[in-house]
């Protein structure tokens, strides 16, 4: 079909699906945490810089991943464990305020002038708990909030919100970092935009646990979760290629050293150039809900993914490497798509608070030990054969992840939906539902 009318239909089919927005409860955290983001980047990209600033080494800026590491993992864990046995509206919004707390701390120690790496470090720790509970939090409530169907859709809007706040957060950072006092300025104004996703937290209904969960969190329920991923290979390939992409392909921790050397310290474009190509993905994403092989497309946009690093790792002029950064993002957003889809559809509601705690670990995790392995390797070599041999290790490491897992492989996003086939997502849901007033209002369309 041409013409007009063809064109709009063209449009339509691969525009963003933004039915999930007319459930306000999820329309309100979409836009907590997209303007949140913006904040959270402003810090993102200011403890690096200002690591850098002090120690002028890529190796101590590689430490601040490790640092915020450890705590992720735990907390990643445990905090998802919780998350199944309590009411994840209240976790969410305890963790976030903890969070907004460490944001203060970062703040006040720049305010006082400590100038000390190591108070940096620790406060990194702390807020790698902190998030890491709040995101095992906010994962698993997604799915209560929507319907089963409207799950893909869902993580594209909540991805593509984030990003464009990853987006505007590091160029306003690279814009304040390089101001006398600009440190303490990247600091506050996270602080005051964080109180969005405060907000949007305070707001959500009650969502208590599912019948079928465990009574209480310990060692035993984590332990449980972890079983759950180790017998699915679905699930596991999905994380086995997360890592492989974030620990080889991730070149952040180098972006301070490498703007200096080439671009005369203008770090923000790199910082935001990931995001600006996820932005972009996630606005043509319309055609990302209709794959049914997405083991198949996963591989695919990690394959992106690390070609896209490698060649962003080879320019000398910035516009270039900004471009294939943004390239590299795109494939980025195509992936976490069909990972946290592939999660969400494939395990059943008791799980989901655990499930999204092994997520957290892998997602967020990932990138720091990506930046640990990056600043290590750029500290013992060069900067230019830790960004492109990174990439390029990434595509071959996946290359062989995926095709050992034949389930992987032939995994059907429709097939997993169809009731009486495992696992049997839709009908735990409709009992959790239909169990909880406040979920049906918060469901319920504009």
């Keep these: 079909m041409t013409g007009p009318a063809g064109q709009a239909s063209w449009l339509r089919s691969h525009a963003i699906d933004t039915e999930p927005l007319r459930i306000p409860a999820f329309r309100r955290q979409v836009m907590g945490q997209g303007t949140s983001f913006i904040g959270s ?15 002028h080494s890529s190796l101590q800026v590689g430490l601040v991943g490790l640092f915020g590491f450890g705590p992720l993992v735990i907390f990643g864990l445990y905090g998802g464990a919780v998350a199944d046995v309590v009411d994840r509206r ?59 169907e409207q799950i893909p859709a869902a993580n594209l809007l909540t991805t593509t919100a984030t990003n464009i706040g990853q987006v505007a957060g590091p160029l306003i950072a690279g814009f304040l970092v390089t101001r006398h006092n600009g440190f303490r ?23 208590p646990p599912d019948k079928n969960s465990a009574t ?33 392909a991730m070149p952040r921790a180098l972006f301070p050293e490498v703007a200096a050397d080439r671009w005369h310290g203008q770090v923000g474009p790199l910082y935001a150039s990931i995001a600006i190509g996820a932005v972009l993905a996630g606005l043509s994403s319309g055609w990302v809900g209709r794959v049914r092989r997405q083991g198949v497309a996963l591989t695919g946009a990690v394959i992106g993914w690390g070609l896209a690093v490698a060649a962003a790792g080879l320019a000398h002029q910035l516009w270039l490497a900004v471009l294939f950064l943004a390239i590299a993002g795109a494939s980025d957003l195509v992936s976490s798509v069909y ?13 989901r608070g655990r499930m999204q705690g ?70 735990t849901i409709t009992e959790v539902i239909e169990a909880d007033p406040e979920i049906v209002e918060a469901r ?3």
Aim: proline share 6%.
């Design 41 to 55: 980047m402003l810090t993102a990209v200011a403890v690096p810089v200002q690591v850098y600033d002090l120690s």
């Design 90 to 148: 209240t976790m969410y919004f305890i963790a976030s305020l903890a969070t907004w707390v460490v944001t203060l701390a970062l703040l006040l120690q720049t305010i006082l002038g400590l100038d000390s790496v190591g108070v940096i470090l620790g406060l990194v720790a702390v807020q790698g708990a902190t998030f890491a509970a709040a995101a095992a939090a906010r994962g698993a409530i997604v799915p209560r909030l929507v319907a089963p």
């Design 185 to 207: 300025y990247a600091y506050g104004v996270d602080a005051v935009l964080f109180t969005c996703a405060l907000y949007a937290a305070l707001r959500l209904p009650r969502i």
């Design 216 to 248: 209480r969190a310990g060692l035993r329920s984590v332990i449980d979760g972890l079983q759950f991923i180790a017998t699915r290979p679905v699930l596991l390939v999905s994380f086995a290629v997360d890592i492989a992409a974030m620990v080889f």
């Design 339 to 351: 990972r946290q889809s592939m999660l969400q559809t494939y395990a059943p509601d008791e799980m």
């Design 358 to 427: 092994v997520f957290i670990v892998v997602v967020a995790g990932g990138p720091r030990l990506g930046d640990l392995r990056a600043g290590a390797t750029a500290a013992f070599s060069s900067t230019a054969v830790s960004w492109v041999g990174g990439g390029l290790v990434c595509v071959a490491v996946v290359v062989v992840i995926a095709l050992l897992s034949r389930p992987f492989w032939r995994y059907d996003a429709k097939a997993a939906l169809v009731p009486g086939q495992p696992p049997p997502v839709v009908h």
């Design 444 to 446: 319920r369309p504009d």
